[in-house]
T-cell receptor, first 115, second 111 residues
Framework: GAGVSQTPSNKVTEKGKYVELRCDPI?????LYWYRQSLGQGPEFLIY????????DSGLPNDRFFAVRPEGSVSTLKIQRTERGDSAVYLC?????????????FGPGTRLTVL | AQSVTQLGSHVSVSEGALVLLRCNYS??????LFWYVQYPNQGLQLLLK??????LVKGINGFEAEFKKSETSFHLTKPSAHMSDAAEYFC?????????FGKGNQVVVIP
């Protein structure tokens, strides 16, 4: 069956530009997560959706970052006025219910490079 | 807050030797614990997880981990390393709507 997919796989942009990263979760999974992985580090939590609503956005680093999931399936992570420090791999994951012991299934990630 | 400590970013192991990756966690509630593996140019894949019950957990590819509450540890082991085990391994603690990951161990298998 289809896993979590993310597009684009790579994105190169210039400082100050706006970018959108897309995530297609596993069908039927109500929970969706975004993480950011910098070089040499483990993934760091950004935001958690339960259905259409952002249940926990405490990991977003500042107000340049925003994410939506309007129909409870596909999600888009939006970054305004990109900075070089935003360069990282952005990972999306989904799980069936969002409870603590649920396995989170990860996509391959989008590698964002800000020049 | 929950957190995980993984020491030793790079781990070298001879083919056929024991693989041991250490993970210590901090959690104010009973933890859910996970080990994920990341092969080059691939997404994170679950190796095994502990939620409740038996403290020795068996996973895919011959890996296992033991939850030791008294030591706040969840170390990952495999009796005999294969070349295909070369990858990055992440320990994570779950709860509070997220996973908190350690920094990872890059495992190199020496023929």
């Amino acid at each position: 069956g289809a896993g979590v997919s993310q597009t684009p796989s790579n994105k190169v942009t210039e400082k100050g530009k706006y970018v959108e990263l897309r995530c297609d979760p596993i069908s039927g999974h109500t929970a969706l997560y975004w993480y950011r992985q910098s070089l040499g580090q483990g993934p760091e939590f950004l935001i958690y959706f339960q259905g259409t609503g952002a249940a926990d956005d405490s990991g977003l680093p500042n107000d340049r970052f925003f994410a939506v999931r309007p129909e409870g399936s596909v999600s888009t992570l939006k970054i305004q006025r990109t900075e070089r420090g935003d360069s990282a791999v952005y990972l999306c994951a989904s799980s069936l219910t969002g409870t603590g012991g649920d396995e989170q299934f990860f996509g391959p990630g989008t590698r964002l490079t800000v020049l | 807050a929950q957190s995980v400590t993984q020491l030793g970013s790079h781990v070298s192991v001879s083919e056929g030797a024991l693989v041991l990756l250490r993970c210590n966690y901090s959690s104010s509630v009973p933890p859910y614990l996970f080990w994920y593996v990341q092969y080059p140019n691939q997404g994170l894949q679950l190796l095994l997880k502990y939620t409740t019950g038996a403290t020795l957990v068996k996973g895919i590819n011959g890996f296992e981990a033991e939850f030791k509450k008294s030591e706040t540890s969840f170390h990952l082991t495999k009796p005999s390393a294969h070349m295909s085990d070369a990858a990055e391994y992440f320990c994570a603690v779950g709860g509070n709507n997220r996973l908190a990951f350690g920094k990872g161990n890059q495992v190199v298998v020496i023929p």
